[in-house]
């Protein structure tokens, strides 16, 4: 009885969208925006820890009085 009761509330959310012309996005559209997102985080993620480690470095040779030779 809960269920059906959630699906006519289901029903009337999708009708209430639709009449506002809110386009409704298939659960294939959803999974791709999902993927693009999670991919722009590992790449956020991946300049994040490059940043750290150049920046331990120069912490490092800084404090150890090291300088790069060319």
Same mark, same amino acid.
Request: aromatic residues 2%; proline residues 1%; positive net charge.
């Given at each position: 009885? *809960?269920?059906?009761?959630?699906?006519? @509330?289901?029903?009337?959310?999708?009708? +209430?969208? +639709?009449?506002?012309?809110?386009?409704?996005?298939? +659960?294939? @559209?959803?999974?791709?925006?999902?993927?693009?997102?999670?991919?722009?985080?590992?790449?956020?993620?991946? *300049?994040?820890?490059?940043?750290?480690?150049?920046?331990?470095? *120069?912490?490092?040779?800084?404090?150890?009085?090291?300088?790069?030779?060319?």
């Amino acid at each position: 009885m *809960i269920k059906l009761f959630s699906v006519k @509330e289901k029903q009337k959310q999708d009708a +209430a969208a +639709a009449a506002a012309g809110k386009p409704k996005q298939s +659960a294939g @559209e959803l999974r791709v925006q999902k993927g693009e997102g999670e991919r722009e985080l590992r790449n956020v993620d991946l *300049i994040v820890a490059r940043l750290r480690r150049v920046c331990r470095s *120069i912490l490092a040779r800084a404090t150890t009085g090291r300088t790069r030779s060319a």
